[in-house]
């Protein structure tokens, strides 16, 4: 049964702020002037505003009040490159409203849930004007880049300041087939492997004078994806060990190279950690090929934000404004929740995600409005 809501029928409009911004040529790590439109529309409403630049990397922190429940509300103003702008219908940073439909790079991921907690937090301050608690946003230009100087630093500088929220929901369109069917209450982790197994080169007509990396390394690719590395736990899928890439650098047909490598791309769940996947490709690497070179980069451990009362608070909010009851879901890549989990707990909650990263990227208008009204009761639910 869906509880009745006592939202407002004409919330703030998102549109307006979402044009702005995606007209802001902010493909990362370039700002392109959006953050100064968020300030633009945060300042009138009462927050402090504190850009921080890190690096080449522009951030905003902007916070009314000071007392707890302390909300969060994360998001990024960086777009990915739109690629062959003349392929677009429209300029992709033009932001034209077409029947009913909002058209830009950013639209969809994240521009205009950035817009449409705006709106709905407008709606929500000017009904009250001494909310309990204080709201944040933490609105970053470094989610669709490297992500070093972005939000994992704005944190660490919260964290200095004061400013450690005690819950935050991060906007991306986490949606799938209509507004809040989706929350993402954790995420995989992430992590590539880099491996050059070393040989000597010979003649392929003499194999015992050579030694053949190529082997080696087969044996060791074997070893690694022969065995699952588990069947999924409460909460998330099934590990997966990829190979995404091979390389040997050699012409001839006639000759055992020299060296041969292979790139390993890891999707886990929280049955596993970096330190000890990197400790598993190690040991497949001393028993099948010890004169090796291994690289690992690591994007971001797994993490879960267990269902308690902020997670049921965002679940109310979802079903107050839309009637829908949303799942609970840990799907995808990764996120700057990676970041946040450590600090508070995080959930994700936002647009249906059609268009991200596409050409003609889009958002219905009629969509995002409706997000204003789930984010304004996002608000109202958090700050009880």
């Known amino acids: 049964m869906t509880e009745p809501s006592n939202l407002p029928e004409t919330p703030a409009d998102p549109i307006p702020l979402a044009q702005a911004l995606i007209r802001c040529r902010s493909v990362t790590p370039a700002d392109g002037g959006a953050l100064a439109v968020m300030e633009a529309a945060l300042a009138p409403l009462g927050f402090t505003c504190t850009r921080l630049?890190?690096?080449?990397?522009?951030?905003?922190?902007?916070?009314?009040?000071?007392?707890?429940?302390?909300?969060?509300?994360?998001?990024?103003?960086?777009?990915?490159?739109?690629?062959?702008?003349?392929?677009?219908?429209?300029?992709?940073?033009?932001?034209?409203?077409?029947?009913?439909?909002?058209?830009?790079?950013g639209s969809c991921d994240m521009k205009g849930g950035i817009a449409a907690f705006v709106a709905g937090l407008t709606?929500?301050?000017?009904?009250?004007?001494?909310?309990?608690?204080?709201?944040?946003?933490?609105?970053?230009?470094?989610?669709?880049?490297?992500?070093?100087?972005?939000?994992?630093?704005?944190?660490?500088?919260m964290a200095e300041n004061g400013h450690v929220p005690d819950m935050c929901v991060v906007g991306e369109p986490t949606s799938k087939k209509v507004l809040?069917?989706?929350?993402?209450?954790?995420?995989?982790?992430?992590?590539?492997?880099?491996?050059?197994?070393?040989?000597?080169?010979?003649?392929?007509?003499?194999?015992?004078l050579a030694d053949n990396p190529v082997h080696?390394?087969?044996?060791?690719?074997?070893?690694?994806?022969?065995?699952?590395?588990?069947?999924?736990?409460?909460?998330?899928?099934?590990?997966?060990?990829?190979?995404?890439?091979?390389?040997?650098?050699?012409t001839a047909t006639n000759v055992i190279p020299a060296e041969a490598s292979a790139f390993l791309n890891i999707r886990f769940n929280d049955h596993h950690h970096s330190d000890a996947l990197?400790?598993?490709?190690?040991?497949?690497?001393?028993?099948?090929?010890?004169?090796?070179?291994?690289?690992?980069?690591?994007?971001?451990?797994?993490?879960?934000?267990?269902?308690?009362?902020?997670?049921?608070?965002?679940q109310r909010a979802v079903r107050r404004s839309t009637g829908v009851e949303a799942r609970l879901d840990t799907g995808g890549g990764t996120s700057d929740a990676r970041?946040?989990?450590?600090?508070?707990?995080?959930?994700?909650?936002?647009?249906?995600?059609?268009?991200?990263?596409?050409?003609?990227e889009y958002a219905p208008v009629a969509e995002l409005r409706a997000l204003a009204l789930v984010y304004r009761a996002v608000i109202e639910e958090c700050l009880r």
């Open 278 to 314: 990197t400790a598993h490709i190690k040991s497949a690497l001393a028993e099948h090929a010890p004169d090796h070179e291994l690289r690992v980069r690591v994007s971001g451990e797994s993490f879960i934000t267990q269902p308690g009362p902020f997670v049921d608070a965002l």
């Open 53 to 105: 630049r890190f690096g080449e990397v522009e951030n905003l922190f902007a916070r009314i009040g000071t007392a707890a429940p302390h909300l969060c509300y994360a998001g990024h103003t960086d777009v990915v490159p739109p690629g062959d702008e003349a392929a677009w219908k429209d300029n992709p940073f033009s932001a034209v409203v077409r029947e009913g439909v909002l058209y830009g790079r």
């Open 123 to 157: 709606d929500f301050l000017a009904g009250n004007a001494n909310p309990a608690g204080s709201i944040s946003l933490l609105i970053t230009g470094d989610e669709e880049g490297p992500s070093v100087d972005g939000t994992r630093r704005v944190l660490e500088w």
């Open 216 to 250: 080696r390394l087969i044996a060791v690719l074997h070893a690694l994806t022969s065995t699952p590395l588990d069947a999924g736990s409460d909460w998330f899928e099934a590990s997966t060990l990829q190979v995404t890439g091979l390389q040997v650098d050699n």
């Open 339 to 360: 970041f946040i989990t450590h600090y508070c707990p995080v959930a994700e909650l936002g647009a249906v995600g059609a268009s991200l990263h596409q050409r003609d």
């Open 180 to 208: 809040g069917d989706t929350i993402k209450i954790g995420r995989r982790g992430s992590m590539n492997a880099f491996i050059t197994v070393k040989g000597r080169q010979g003649h392929s007509a003499y194999p015992q």
